[in-house]
Each structure stands twice: as C-alpha cells, then as structure tokens.
C-alpha cells in the first residue's frame, strides 16, 4: 500500500485478555519501529526491526508484550493478560535505512482501551 | 542515552502570531535532530530534520528551527500562525549509527482565530 496500515485501529477489550496488534509497513521499508503513545507521555519506543537482524526489544515494558515480523514485512505486537495501565496508542512506523538520518512514516495507529 | 524535553504540553496563540514550540536536547554526541507534527486522527509526520551542515532547517508549511549547540535547543517556529497548524507537535532526537530514536511528550498547539 501507499502509507502504513495498523489494524484493528480501534479494540476494547477486558482486563487480563491477550491482544494482537498488526502493522503492514510500506513495501521495501527494511525498518519497523513499534511505539506507544500515551496521554501526556509522548512516544515510547518498544521495539526495532531491521532486516533479517535480531530486534532490538529494549523498550518492552514487561515480558507481557513481544513482537514478531514475519518474512521481514508485517509485524505483530502481542500484549498478554492486558492491564488497565496498557490502554494507550500502538504506533508503528517504518523506514527504508535506519531512524538515525532518515524519515519515519508512520500509521494511524491502534487505539488500545482494557476495560 | 539521549532524550529530548519539549517545554509546554499546551501552547495556544492567535491566528497571524508567531509560533515558537521549544525543545531542548540531551545528547553526548552530536545529535540528529526531528520535528514531527501530528494532525487530529492521522499519523505523525516528518516536518523538518536537522543532521549535519546549516544549522537553519527549513521544513513544511512555513516552519522552521534551528539548532543551537551551545543551548542545546532545537525550537520550531513559523512567523504566522495558521488555523491549519493546530496540531500536537513531537520533537525528536537520534545519534549517528543508532536506531533509538527518543520522542519529547508532545506540544498542543491551538490556534485562535
């Protein structure tokens, strides 16, 4: 597609249930950049994919979230036995080299509400 | 690791009045400095970047900043405001060679007609 897709963009689910966030990023981006973005806290890093090379997971909050790209294209963000304090938005973003020079594009987001 | 602090989660300002958002850097080494601008309902996008060479960087729809090493700030400003500015603004920061690309919290701004 033209830009990055999230899907679902919006899920509410109860407390305790697993989530599954996806992000197709645009084709023959090599980077993935998974973030999340709560009221007043500005964007979180999560986690980086580059290429075939091992991701870089150091934002995980807790071993409830991981992450997977399959085939070096879509990404998937698990979120375990989801608590109220995940609710927030899921952004995804990609990009052709690296994030240290170049441009970011991102999607809309997921919307993530744990009732 | 380096970090960014964007000074006022809420600016407001008239229609016409000059916009100046602030953002100011941590980094021990030299910085690769961003501005991304978020409309209402759609994603973030790149208004400017600086990583090497005029410290003056020009962008879309008018902004601009500049990047001044001895006050280690990366301030965005437009002349003019538009009603079409209004929008939440992210400042950025990454280093050479290092994926970690640090988000500030986000500036509103509101623009007043």
């Known amino acids: 597609g033209a830009g990055v897709s999230q899907s679902p963009s919006n899920k509410v689910t109860e407390k305790g249930k697993d989530v599954e966030l996806r992000c197709d990023p645009i084709?023959?981006?090599?980077?993935l950049y998974w973030y999340r973005q709560s009221l007043g806290q500005g964007l979180e890093f999560l986690i980086y994919?580059?290429?075939?090379?091992?991701?870089?997971k150091s934002g995980l909050p807790s071993d409830r979230f991981s992450a997977e790209r399959t085939g070096g294209s879509v990404s998937t963000l698990t979120i375990q036995r989801t608590q109220q304090e995940d609710s927030a938005v899921y952004l995804c973003a990609s990009t052709r080299g690296g994030a240290s020079t170049g441009e970011l594009f991102f999607g809309e987001g997921s919307r993530l509400t744990v009732l | 690791a380096q970090s960014v602090t964007q000074l006022g989660s809420h600016v407001s300002v008239s229609e016409g009045a000059l916009v100046l958002l602030r953002c100011n850097y941590s980094s021990s080494v030299p910085p690769y400095l961003f501005w991304y601008v978020q409309y209402p309902n759609q994603g973030l996008q790149l208004l400017l970047k600086y990583t090497t060479g005029a410290t003056l960087v020009k962008g879309i729809n008018g902004f601009e900043a500049e990047f001044k090493k001895s006050e280690t700030s990366f301030h965005l400003t437009k002349p003019s405001a538009h009603m079409s500015d209004a929008a939440e603004y992210f400042c950025a920061v990454s280093i050479y060679n290092n994926n970690d690309m640090r988000f500030g919290a986000g500036t509103r701004l509101t623009v007043k007609p």
């Open positions: 084709s023959g981006h090599t980077a």
């Open positions: 994919f580059q290429g075939n090379s091992a991701p870089d």
